[in-house]
């Protein structure tokens, strides 16, 4: 095993960090407790490189703590975050710039999470693989419990100096880990995890929970694993639930971790399998229906019917909430769920107009700007049941929206799992 000596030099050249800044601007982010944000560093660009130049290279760098802050995960419960600073962003950066190389090629085939060229499809797609082509059925769907806030120090730098002699580095990266947090202005001391939020945080989660793979690999047990999210294959309920034991007993006696009892489950290709978002079973990809009501939700919120704004300002920001969904979710067979969701959307966005109008003499007004001869109905503008009304789609057809730009994801192609294997 090779193991790097000299890598300080690397990390701390003025190229490498003015890199890891930009990596730092395109991400933006939040600022961290000294209130300095991205722009800020900006302006002083310069300086700002010279002095991480001097404090890495001459050893005396110390990075602050970061900001702790929570916000609320879509399935419920409290994520908590923590933010450095823009200073502690580009350091970490640089670092692992120069390091992720190192580690990137011994990582695990099916580890797929935070890696360079890998993606949550293909961590899809493998899963699929092992179960509908190696036929392996049987699935054990692991749940670690805040796993980046539990990671070991010790393990942690075991790890990480199994490849990584330079001892500078190795003294920078525990200092990151031990820079502690600051809630309502009071410090707390971080004796284990790496905070969600840090830009190194990702790699070094990697390379401990590459420590768990490498076991199961050891004793040719099929996983796929994309950051704290694993699923273990086997070909029958009683290997998969010999499997968990195994598994359990790597990730809470060795790494000292803590797998959610409540959450993980034994389940099968035949129930299908929830991960990522996607629900996998013999003959389709599906979508989590929670992850579908999610995203309708969200385009309820932007379609409100009382908003009283243009149509032109709700498409605009329609379309890129239905251009990431569908870039995500499209390797799904949708086909059908796309058609309907389209259905569904313009309707929501007739009845959005229809409110405009506010009674039935505004839409005739708009029918004769149009040259549509109607039946003079007192129709109910404000009624979702008019909406599809047949004299709704003459005035607002199909086209009126593609002419206003209107994404249509029913015109996307769909079913492109393969694509990723």
């Not at 110390?62 to 702790?68: A, G, H, L, T």
Request: proline share 3%; charged share 30%; net charge positive.
């Amino acid at each position: 095993m090779r193991k790097w000596y000299s890598l300080i030099d690397k990390i701390y050249r003025k190229e490498n960090l003015k890199l890891a800044f930009k990596c730092v601007k395109r991400n933006n982010g939040a600022p961290g407790i000294d209130g300095e944000t991205v722009s800020d560093f900006a302006e002083k660009l310069e300086l700002n490189i010279e002095f991480l130049h001097d404090r890495l290279k001459t050893n005396t760098y110390e990075p602050s703590p970061v900001r702790r802050t929570e916000i609320e995960k879509p399935e419920g419960g409290i994520r908590l975050l923590g933010i450095p600073t823009v200073k502690d962003r580009v350091v970490q950066q640089a670092i692992v710039n120069i390091i992720e190389p190192i580690f990137d090629r011994t990582f695990h085939p099916s580890s797929y999470g935070y890696r360079p060229n890998h993606s949550q499809q293909q961590a899809v797609a493998k899963a699929e693989r092992f179960m509908n082509r190696y036929n392996l059925k049987h699935v054990v769907d692991m749940d670690l419990s805040k796993c980046f806030d539990t990671l070991d120090h010790e393990i942690m730098m075991k790890a990480v100096s199994e490849r990584i002699s330079d001892g500078k580095v190795l003294e920078l990266i525990r200092r990151f880990l031990k820079s502690g947090v600051m809630l309502d202005e009071s410090f707390n001391a971080t004796e284990v995890g790496s905070p969600q939020g840090g830009v190194i945080s990702p790699l070094l989660s990697n390379i401990y929970l590459n420590q768990f793979d490498q076991k199961m690999m050891s004793k040719g047990i099929r996983i796929v694993r994309y950051a704290d999210d694993i699923l273990i294959f086997a070909k029958d309920k009683n290997t998969a639930g010999n499997y968990r034991s195994y598994a359990t007993k790597v990730l809470e006696e060795e790494l000292k971790l803590k797998v959610n009892e409540n959450k993980t489950k034994l389940t099968s290709v035949y129930e299908g399998v929830g991960f990522l978002g996607f629900v996998i079973r013999a003959k389709t990809l599906g979508v989590d229906p929670k992850r579908i009501k999610r995203f309708k939700d969200k385009v309820r919120r932007i379609t409100r019917r009382n908003s009283g704004r243009k149509f032109e300002n709700i498409i605009k920001e329609l379309n890129p909430v239905l251009r990431g969904w569908m870039n995500y979710y499209r390797v799904a067979n949708i086909k059908g769920f796309t058609r309907d969701f389209m259905k569904w959307l313009r309707r929501r966005l007739r009845m959005v107009k229809m409110k405009q109008w506010k009674t039935y003499k505004a839409m005739h007004k708009e029918m004769r700007s149009l040259g549509i001869k109607g039946n003079g109905l007192k129709m109910a503008v404000t009624k979702w049941k008019n909406s599809n009304a047949h004299i709704m789609h003459q005035i607002l057809p199909n086209k009126y929206f593609e002419d206003l730009g209107l994404i249509d994801i029913h015109k996307y192609e769909v079913g492109l799992l393969s694509n990723y294997y």
